[in-house]
């Protein structure tokens, strides 16, 4: 589980359009087959998902919400799905002219700010050699995003994540330091419908796929800040400054707990979580057994407590998956109730606040 292979509970959705599309409009419709074609990829012979099978069907989606733009082009989602399936297709420059038309038509989402930084991003790494300087224009998206929900650490973390991608860590620090200063880190909701399939376990696998597909890439981008950090705190180590390899360490644990809150509760999140607390509790180790920076014990002591979370979030999955199973939800809003739920044991045990128990402490007493 060092990896991102919890990422599991996302289901193979081998799916078709449900008969009711045909009496809705023609964009809603094409709109709908082009998330039906995103999620529906089929695993080859020995069950696994082929990247040219999912290259397949995200470029089969990209034509239906190519469709569903031409047939409503006023329509700011179908504009900003066609950019996330584009970037998923690996058709970067249709992406950025996709969101560039959907905030011309609804300037004040911050997910339409966050699908641009990732699509200039990706426009940038294009030109490895000149990657350093072409972000700028990706780490203003995410600015912007960041300035229209102020109080959420995510845009920041992005944006600090493209500027490590390209070794630029002077762009990164202030972002992240800014980022730690918010009190929330929100996952965004791409617009995926609930009811894709007339059954309702086959919906659940289609939004999950594509839902958590985007979700598992946001985790990967905080873990990579994170890893950023704890690589900082360890040249600091090499070069005997013990202050500045704790100072590194600390940040990355700042960083892990607040990927640990991000609201929804995810196992993908609490699994990132787990992972980058580790890895600053054992470099905030050795610190203290190199003669600074507190007690060696408290730290062996965090990382068993990790282990317990990390055995806990483990057996949680397994529950989850079977409550999953014998009681499909309604809705995506129970699904990731259900979710929560699942994680609280974990997330209590790290010492972090589950979503759902932040809630209760803000609702007014009853009577």
Same mark, same amino acid.
């Given at each position: 589980?060092?990896?991102?292979?919890?990422?599991?509970?996302?289901?193979?959705?081998?799916?078709?359009?449900?008969?009711?599309?045909?009496?809705?409009?023609?964009?809603?419709?094409?709109?709908?087959?082009?998330?039906?074609?995103?999620?529906?990829?089929?695993?080859?012979?020995?069950?696994?998902?082929?990247?040219?099978?999912?290259?397949?069907?995200?470029?089969?989606?990209?034509?239906?919400?190519?469709?569903?733009?031409?047939?409503?082009?006023?329509?700011?989602?179908?504009?900003?799905?066609?950019?996330?399936?584009?970037?998923?297709?690996?058709?970067? =420059?249709?992406?950025?002219?996709?969101?560039?038309?959907?905030?011309?038509?609804?300037?004040?989402?911050?997910?339409?700010?966050?699908?641009?930084?990732?699509?200039?991003?990706?426009?940038?790494?294009?030109?490895?050699?000149?990657?350093?300087?072409?972000?700028?224009?990706?780490?203003?998206?995410?600015?912007?995003?960041?300035?229209?929900?102020?109080?959420?650490?995510?845009?920041?973390?992005?944006? =600090?994540?493209?500027?490590?991608?390209?070794?630029?860590?002077?762009?990164?620090?202030?972002?992240?330091?800014?980022?730690?200063?918010?009190?929330?880190?929100?996952?965004?909701?791409?617009?995926?419908?609930?009811?894709?399939?007339?059954?309702?376990?086959?919906?659940?696998?289609?939004?999950?796929?594509?839902?958590?597909?985007?979700?598992?890439?946001?985790?990967?981008?905080?873990?990579?800040?994170?890893?950023?950090?704890?690589?900082?705190?360890?040249?600091?180590?090499?070069?005997?400054?013990?202050?500045?390899?704790?100072?590194?360490?600390?940040? =990355?644990?700042?960083?892990?707990?607040?990927?640990?809150? =991000?609201?929804?509760?995810?196992?993908?999140?609490?699994?990132?979580?787990?992972?980058?607390?580790?890895?600053?509790?054992?470099?905030?180790?050795?610190?203290?057994?190199?003669?600074?920076?507190?007690?060696?014990?408290?730290?062996?002591?965090?990382?068993?407590?990790?282990?317990?979370?990390?055995?806990?979030?483990?057996?949680?999955?397994?529950?989850?998956?079977?409550?999953?199973?014998?009681?499909?939800?309604?809705?995506?809003?129970?699904?990731?109730?259900?979710?929560?739920?699942?994680?609280?044991?974990?997330?209590?045990?790290?010492?972090?606040?589950?979503?759902?128990?932040?809630?209760?402490?803000?609702?007014?007493?009853?009577?």
């Amino acid at each position: 589980m060092k990896d991102l292979a919890i990422a599991a509970v996302v289901l193979v959705a081998m799916v078709t359009a449900s008969a009711a599309d045909s009496d809705r409009p023609p964009a809603e419709s094409e709109f709908r087959a082009g998330w039906v074609a995103f999620a529906s990829v089929k695993p080859g012979p020995d069950g696994k998902l082929s990247l040219g099978a999912q290259q397949e069907a995200r470029v089969a989606a990209a034509a239906r919400m190519e469709a569903a733009a031409e047939a409503d082009p006023g329509n700011a989602v179908y504009q900003a799905s066609l950019c996330y399936v584009c970037l998923a297709a690996g058709k970067y =420059a249709r992406a950025a002219e996709a969101i560039d038309r959907a905030i011309k038509l609804k300037d004040d989402d911050p997910l339409f700010y966050m699908l641009r930084g990732q699509a200039q991003a990706a426009l940038a790494h294009m030109v490895p050699q000149e990657a350093g300087e072409r972000i700028l224009p990706a780490l203003t998206a995410f600015e912007e995003a960041a300035r229209l929900d102020p109080t959420n650490a995510l845009p920041l973390v992005q944006a =600090a994540s493209v500027a490590v991608s390209v070794g630029r860590m002077d762009l990164a620090l202030s972002r992240i330091e800014r980022a730690l200063e918010r009190p929330t880190a929100r996952l965004y909701r791409l617009w995926v419908p609930f009811d894709l399939h007339p059954e309702r376990d086959a919906s659940i696998n289609a939004w999950q796929y594509v839902q958590y597909g985007y979700w598992t890439s946001a985790a990967a981008r905080c873990q990579n800040v994170g890893m950023a950090l704890l690589s900082l705190g360890a040249q600091k180590m090499k070069d005997e400054d013990l202050d500045g390899a704790a100072r590194g360490f600390r940040k =990355a644990l700042e960083v892990g707990r607040a990927v640990g809150m =991000a609201e929804p509760n995810l196992f993908i999140t609490v699994h990132v979580a787990i992972n980058m607390m580790e890895g600053a509790y054992g470099g905030l180790l050795q610190v203290a057994e190199a003669g600074h920076g507190g007690n060696a014990e408290q730290w062996r002591g965090e990382m068993g407590v990790l282990q317990i979370a990390r055995t806990e979030l483990q057996n949680r999955l397994q529950v989850y998956l079977n409550r999953l199973k014998e009681d499909p939800p309604e809705t995506a809003d129970e699904l990731l109730a259900l979710e929560s739920d699942s994680v609280e044991r974990a997330l209590l045990g790290m010492g972090l606040t589950p979503v759902s128990k932040k809630e209760t402490e803000k609702a007014p007493e009853a009577g």
